[in-house]
Nanobody
Framework: QLQLVESGGGLVQPGGSLRLSCAAP????????IGWFRQAPGKEREGVSC????????YYADSVKGRFTISRDSAKNTVYLQMNSLKPEDTAVYYC???????????????????WGQGTQVTVSS
């Protein structure tokens, strides 16, 4: 059973930055894909960014391209989402998820995942 634990959410002003962390002990190279998803009140869940466990392939939603960066630290079994130039519309609960051998684009576009974290709230407001 893969456990995912998110951290790093909080309140930030528009234009500010946050870094989310997803601790995923047990995910293995060349198999798992890790993704960040978000859901705002009254809206559908959206795939934000996804990465292979090797870090060799990434995918970003158009809404975050150029502002968010996904990365991984293999030594710490942790995936990060660096969020810059935050906007009020980025406000949501952000979830980390993991699945097996599928493309990162497919994972992000469909929400296909076998494991989910508990979520961390990100609020962008002045």
């Amino acid at each position: 059973q893969l456990q995912l634990v998110e951290s790093g959410g909080g309140l930030v002003q528009p234009g500010g930055s946050l870094r989310l962390s997803c601790a995923a002990p047990g995910f293995t190279s060349d198999y798992h894909r890790i993704g960040w998803f978000r859901q705002a009140p009254g809206k559908e869940r959206e795939g934000v960014s996804c990465i292979t466990s090797s870090g060799g392939s990434t995918y970003y939603a158009d809404s975050v391209k150029g502002r968010f960066t996904i990365s991984r630290d293999s030594a710490k079994n942790t995936v990060y989402l660096q969020m810059n130039s935050l906007k009020p519309e980025d406000t949501a609960v952000y979830y980390c998820a993991a699945t097996g051998f599928i493309s990162v684009q497919f994972m992000c576009n469909t929400g296909r995942a076998d494991y989910w974290g508990q979520g961390t709230q990100v609020t962008v407001s002045s």
